[in-house]
């Protein structure tokens, strides 16, 4: 049930995973992958991308621990605009179309974005929380 209210098929559980709304101008268009190879990771800022495959094989549970130590002990910093990504899809969506159109459609800027939507999910290691305050917000930028 969504919101207790409306049922859910356990079909879209399916959706879960490997699937991202691609931002329209008019109207969005979803994106889901058989599989993913990989998991996105934020971490203060940064973007990772960790591969959950070595070649065939699933990894195990410790070489994904494994991997995410070396995250948390990676102390370089994110890189010029890196950091403020995820705040462009807080917009509306026309206007994250746009922004995506226009930055994000060649170079690394396209190749950084493909990653982060073409993983099975997205993980924040950050122990920070990341609430919206509308009052702090208006004083801020009004």
Known sequence: MVQGLVPLCSWQY?????????????????????????????????????????????MTPPEIQTQFERILQDESEAELGE????????????TWAKIRKEFFSKGTNRTSLNIIESAA???????????????????KYL
């Open 14 to 58: 399916e959706r879960l995973f490997n699937t991202t709304r691609i931002p329209g101008e008019e109207t969005d268009r979803i994106q889901h992958l058989d599989d993913s190879t990989h998991l996105a990771v934020l971490y203060k800022g940064r973007y990772y991308k960790m591969p959950v495959y070595q070649k065939t094989l699933l």
């Open 83 to 94: 950091e403020k990504l995820a705040a462009l899809t807080a917009s509306d969506r026309p």
């Open 121 to 139: 999910f997205v993980v924040v290691l950050d122990d920070e929380e990341y609430n919206f305050d509308k009052v702090r917000c208006k004083e």
